[in-house]
């Protein structure tokens, strides 16, 4: 009912930037929280940023002062800037998304991205 397809992964040197997109569709009704998640083998998946669907956002220690996390509600698309790139910040990114959806009932669900790769070198 609700697909989420991200793009803007790569390869970039450190101290490079990158910048992510993910798009929702499907028969949305509204979004609340939208995120970016990302992982590394061997580790859990770990809370990038978020947003809310009133713009406060939130971001891991890790990226704080780095990355920013912004959406564009019309277009159902959250973005994820990605300036000063270290090469531990290489991961399969995820976005995610809290959507109320029209099934046969305004439905909420938890929808999540294919996942983009990211690589930073050093």
């Known amino acids: 009912q609700v697909q989420l397809v991200e793009s803007g992964g790569g390869l970039v040197q450190a101290g490079g930037s990158l910048r992510l997109s993910c798009a929702a569709s499907g028969r949305i009704f509204s979004i609340n929280d939208m995120c970016w998640y990302r992982q590394v083998p061997g580790k859990q998946r770990e809370l990038v940023a978020k947003?809310?669907?009133?713009?406060?956002?939130n971001y891991a220690d890790s990226v704080k002062g780095r990355f920013t996390i912004s959406r564009d509600n019309a277009k159902n698309t959250v973005y994820l800037q990605m300036n000063s790139l270290k090469p531990e910040d290489t991961a399969v990114y995820y976005c995610n998304a809290e959507v109320l959806y029209r099934g046969g009932l305004y439905t909420w669900g938890d929808f999540w991205g294919q996942g983009t790769q990211v690589t930073v070198s050093s």
């Open positions: 947003i809310t669907s009133g713009g406060s956002t």
